[in-house]
Nanobody, 125 residues
Framework: VQLQASGGGLVQAGGSLRLSCAAS????????MGWFRQAPGKEREFVAAITSGSLTDYTDSVKGRFTISRDNGLNMMYLQMNSLKTEDTAVYYC????????????????????WGQGTQVTVSS
């Protein structure tokens, strides 16, 4: 059972990237899935989350620029990132909730029991 994040890279400010998260080993179609990021010297922070029914939540700094989505049939989650800023530079992690509150959106990283390995996003000025 694992999550695999991909799609990171180097992009200029104002550019776009699309991150993908592939879940394997079991289906997570009923669980909330989310994206977090960690910049150098900073704590991991919540970016966005999505329920099985595609209800979404975003941290304020990415609202209007990032879009989270999922394809339950393919066991995939995505993060479309537009109008990227240098402050978006970080390692991005995908995660899914695995506990009894698996269906409830939360911004707390402690609520997510399974994590991917992270993908680096670097935005240059």
């Amino acid at each position: 059972v694992q999550l695999q994040a991909s799609g990171g890279g180097l992009v200029q400010a104002g550019g776009s990237l699309r991150l993908s998260c592939a879940a394997s080993g079991r289906t997570f179609s009923s669980s909330v899935m989310g994206w977090f990021r960690q910049a150098p010297g900073k704590e991991r922070e919540f970016v966005a989350a999505i329920t099985s029914g595609s209800l979404t939540d975003y941290t304020d700094s990415v609202k209007g620029r990032f879009t989270i989505s999922r394809d339950n049939g393919l066991n995939m989650m995505y993060l479309q990132m537009n109008s990227l800023k240098t402050e978006d530079t970080a390692v991005y992690y995908c995660a899914t909730k695995t506990g009894p509150q698996y269906y409830r959106i939360t911004r707390a990283s402690s609520g997510y029991g399974l994590w991917g390995q992270g993908t680096q996003v670097t935005v240059s000025s």
